[in-house]
């Protein structure tokens, strides 16, 4: 039994359990009928068939439900502690994570990560393969700009892309962080899915690994992270970058995300990565169709159930080109800007954008608006 958590447009909790057995969906009605929550159930006309159940309602009348739920014991079966964590979970928002001697505040503000592309074949076109000056000239210009975190990659993960040797990208990207973490003070992350990279990353400065398959293509990764005390990004991903985009098919998107996040956070907790530590990110472009990107942007605020900052990177991808006809990343800024705000207003705590002074502007707009927070 795994309810899934969503939020309407009016500003009420909706609850949605699945797999209830008619008992205890009838029970349910009975219980939520009581006070001021509505609740809808499916499939009592079929007691041999698994319920579905919807409570709707504020917080505090949910938790009334729930207590009453728990003095039946074991006829529900630990879920009035489930609906609980994961109602404080989803309204949860003091996320503070320690990076490189500063503290991100999530809860604060909109945090703006910015891409660094030290390879030859970025689909964006911003790649700074070869070019080490440039690219610590760029890293300044974005820290500047308004970055709150730099993301180095040494390694194309575009669709198609095929990989690199583990040697390559450590050529490519460790001269800068040495460089960079003696020079600024904004945290780096390192986009790379192997604990190799990762280790000699952290070593070299680095604190945060920003990990494309979510913990699940270098069995020890989360060893490293645990290890080394460092921030880690849990993505989700369908595949591998080179055949991630050919045809991915999904019952239910957004509940799979959620599971496959849900278990990378697993994962992470029982190597010794502490918890405060995690983010998680839907993987938008990973192994997703138009729609499936489009329908995950919508309900990006169901992760939030997940009780872990949330981290969005839709900068200049495909599926903005497609749905606007703009072919070149570089026209994409706009629809980019669509993305970011509607994904803050959806819960998004950190953006990852190439265009960082926009972008920033963007986020602090967004903050005014539906946080209330202008600085």
Known sequence: MQPVLRISCRGSLTITLKGLTSNQAALLHEIASSFESRVGIHGMASPNVPQRATLVG???????????MATYGS???????KIDSLIDNYLRSDYKIACK?????????THIMGILNATPDSFSGDGLYGDENRALEYAREIAIAGADILDIGGESTRPGARPVTGEEELTRIIPLIERLSAELTLPISVDTYRSAVAKKALEAGASIINDISGLRFSPDMA???ADYGATVVIMHSKGTPYDMQQNPVYEDVVGEVIAYLEEGIAIAEKAGVDREKILIDPGIGFGKTIEHNLLLLNRLDELRCLGRPIVLGT?????IGTVLN???PEQRVDGTATTVALGIERGAHVVRVHDVARMAQVA???DAIVKNKTT
Do not use: C, E, Y
Request: glycine share 8%; proline share 5%; hydrophobic share 35%.
């Open 315 to 319: 900068s200049r991808k495909k599926f």
């Open 58 to 68: 504020a917080a505090d009348q949910l938790k009334r439900v729930t207590h009453d």
């Open 223 to 225: 060893n490293v992270v």
């Open 364 to 366: 602090r707009m967004t």
């Open 326 to 328: 703009v072919p070149t």
């Open 75 to 81: 006829r529900f079966a630990g879920l009035p502690n």
């Open 101 to 109: 001697g500063k503290i991100l505040d999530f809860g604060s503000r």
